[in-house]
Nanobody
């Protein structure tokens, strides 16, 4: 089995910071990229950020550029999302995903491209 385990999240005031972590549990798998999606109540799951595992190329939702940073630790098969200058509209359940099959850059922004998912973690940003 291949699983992703998330940690972090919580409640912060606008302008604050949170750090999300996602680690592979069980048997490691060959990773092409890992990413983060979020889902607010009544909304579709939304792409936030992704990183290719080998090259470290990053991709971000426009609204989080300059505020969020995605990084990875190849030796630990762990991906981090550092979230700074948080806004209320950043609130939602954040999911970590991984994919094994190489994809075009735009594919990393698609929920359907990911093969494995973490359990989700709540991020709440108050005004």
């Amino acid at each position: 089995q291949e699983q992703l385990v998330q940690s972090g999240g919580g409640l912060v005031q606008a302008g604050g910071s949170l750090r999300l972590s996602c680690a592979t549990a069980g048997r490691p798998f060959s990773t092409y990229a890992m990413g983060w999606f979020r889902q607010a109540p009544g909304k579709e799951r939304e792409f936030v950020a992704a990183i290719t595992w080998k090259e470290g190329n990053t991709h971000y939702l426009d609204s989080v550029k300059g505020r969020f940073t995605i990084t990875r630790d190849n030796t630990k098969n762990t991906v981090i999302l550092q979230m700074n200058s948080l806004k209320p509209e950043d609130s939602g359940i954040y999911y970590c995903g991984g994919l094994r099959t190489p994809a075009r850059d735009f594919g990393l922004r698609l929920y359907s491209a990911y093969n494995y998912w973490g359990q989700g973690t709540q991020v709440t940003v108050s005004s």
